[in-house]
């Protein structure tokens, strides 16, 4: 069973603080993990993606941790905005062996960042 | 440019009915895929067309469920005699091409309720 477990179910972070999500996974053949996040009534839009050739990958204030050994992954929202308030969802794909770039997505977080 | 784009934004329906979704891609993306986002299922893939090639149908629940895409551009996901289980939002995306690791673009989603 290709599965992406996700936690926190929700997080409530202070504004300036730090948000932290994490995702674990069992298939080896992934090698694509994008996070997404989501506001309400909108489709899901790619935040920041990682291969796992790397173990961290940082953009602005959003950073993923790669932890290869492990098969876990972890979003990190540094200084944290009200407008980052959002579900976040992440996901994995393989495309080894001829596979389809499918999206196989974690259970989604949202997280609250209160002012 | 324009992004995805879905239709109807909102459909309800009475049990047993077929219903018809809508999605107009990227212009130029050649990838397309349909995703599922429900309370119970989370986000979870459908099918995927890539090109002229053999869709992917992997991730349709059931017989009830196709797709088609038409001229390369436009798709349809149809649903017979549906189900209160079908109630969910159905998401569309594309990218520039599904054989490698391209950005998903998502469309704000159908919301369907199976009465």
């Known amino acids: 069973q290709q599965q992406v477990k996700q936690s926190p179910q929700s997080l409530i972070v202070q504004k300036g603080g730090i948000s932290i999500i994490n995702c674990a996974y069992e298939?080896?053949?992934?090698?694509?993990f994008p996070w997404y996040q989501q506001f309400p009534g909108k489709g899901p839009a790619l935040l920041i993606a990682?291969?796992?050739?790397?173990s961290e990958k940082k953009e602005g204030r959003f950073t993923i941790s790669f932890n290869k050994s492990a098969k876990q992954f972890s979003l990190h929202i540094m200084d944290s905005q009200p407008g980052d308030s959002a579900t976040y969802f992440c996901a994995a794909s393989g495309m080894r062996g001829g596979a389809t770039n499918k999206l196989i997505f974690g259970t989604g977080t949202l997280l609250a960042v209160q002012p | 440019g324009a992004g995805v784009s879905q239709s109807p934004s909102n459909k309800v329906t009475e049990k047993g009915k077929d219903v018809e979704l809508r999605c107009d891609p990227i212009s130029g993306h050649t990838a397309l895929y349909w995703y599922r986002q429900s309370l119970g299922q989370g986000l979870e893939f459908l099918i995927y067309f890539q090109g002229n090639s053999a869709p992917d149908k992997s991730g349709l629940p059931s017989d009830r469920f196709s797709a088609e895409r038409t001229g390369g551009s436009v798709s349809t996901l149809t649903i017979q005699r549906t189900q209160q289980e079908d109630s969910a939002v159905y998401l569309c995306?594309?990218?520039?091409?599904?054989?490698?690791?391209?950005?998903?673009?998502f469309g704000p989603g159908t919301r369907l309720t199976v009465l």
């Open positions: 995306a594309s990218s520039r091409e599904g054989n490698s690791y391209n950005e998903q673009f």
């Open positions: 990682i291969r796992p050739d790397v």
């Open positions: 298939n080896t053949a992934f090698d694509y």
